[in-house]
């Protein structure tokens, strides 16, 4: 149903320019950070090549639940290969991504992590895991119902990310008085 680690990039095919996800900017649900770089400057591990609605999950220390889905990614962005990146092939990308981040889906790889002071898991890990998918009819209705919904979630997202970084532009300058605020 899914394929993991489909593309990746090497020193031929690499973009001039690359966007950069690593683990440690990935929370649970959302990317708090993207680097950007020109690619003799990119860290050795920006190899995997992300597309619209994959499910990026950490490979190190899966019971973090270090995992998101790439909504609508600027060109050329790229992610660790850290990450299992996870594409949808027979179901819709948001069940996909709903599936692989239940609880007893993240027991899977938390169970399956080998070593004591950093687990991780392997690509493999993730193709072996198995999921209850339902008929193709039950699955179509639930991408046509849940698929707005995802890109609802990601505009939101976006906007808030957007005020936040226009708050904390903002608030030193009010703080320090180079900003005056006028009474109505």
Not at 73 to 98: D, M, N, Q, R
Not at 156 to 168: A, E, F, G, S
């Amino acid at each position: 149903m899914a394929e993991v680690n489909r593309a990746q990039i090497n020193a031929r095919s690499a973009p001039k320019e690359l966007h950069y996800i690593d683990i440690s900017s990935v929370s649970p649900g959302q990317v708090n950070n993207i680097t950007t770089y020109v690619r003799a400057d990119a860290p050795g591990r920006a190899r995997r090549i992300v597309q619209h609605g994959n499910v990026l999950w950490s490979c190190v220390r899966p019971n973090r639940r270090s995992h998101v889905q790439v909504m609508h990614h600027e060109p050329c962005t790229i992610a660790s290969t850290g990450f299992a990146v996870i594409t949808a092939k027979k179901v819709p990308f948001t069940f996909l991504y709903l599936a692989t981040t239940t609880d007893d889906f993240v027991a899977y790889p938390t169970n399956n992590a080998t070593g004591a002071a950093y687990p991780a898991v392997t690509a493999t890990t993730f193709e072996k895991a198995e999921l209850l998918v339902p008929p193709a009819l039950l699955l179509m209705i639930f991408g046509d119902a849940t698929t707005p919904m995802a890109e609802e979630i990601h505009t939101l997202q976006r906007k808030i990310h957007n005020l936040r970084h226009t708050r904390d532009l903002l608030l030193p300058r009010l703080l320090s008085g180079q900003i005056e605020v006028e009474a109505a």
